[in-house]
């Protein structure tokens, strides 16, 4: 399994706008089909540079999953994000699954 993760800086001025069409943007990615489910969290530090920072999290079904979203999506979809110029900055990083662990409660 195999997460792709975007985590993005948002500029305060745009902030609240950017909030609203991340969670329009997310389920258009999902509806692609490449991706099982999407996990928006706020990065809980103050940067240097300012602004509010996010992390989206898209578990792929696979790596070929992935790899057709990057040839038959990603570009189309980026493209929306263009609307906030320099007010956004984003870096995307991809993580694969080793093991996962659960605590169970008796």
Do not use: C
Request: cysteine-free; charged content about 35%; proline content about 1%.
């Amino acid at each position: 399994m195999y997460i792709y993760n975007v985590t993005v800086n948002i500029d305060e001025s745009i902030h609240k706008e950017w909030l609203i069409w991340i969670k329009e943007h997310i389920p258009q990615v999902l509806s692609t089909g490449k991706f099982e489910k999407a996990t928006l969290t706020k990065v809980l530090v103050e940067e240097d540079m300012g602004g509010v920072t996010y992390s989206i999290q898209y578990r792929s079904y696979s790596r070929e999953a992935l790899d057709r979203y990057y040839k038959e999506d990603a570009e189309k979809l980026r493209k929306d994000a263009l609307r906030f110029g320099d007010k956004v900055l984003a870096f995307r990083t991809e993580l694969q699954i080793i093991d996962e662990y659960t605590v169970e409660f008796k």
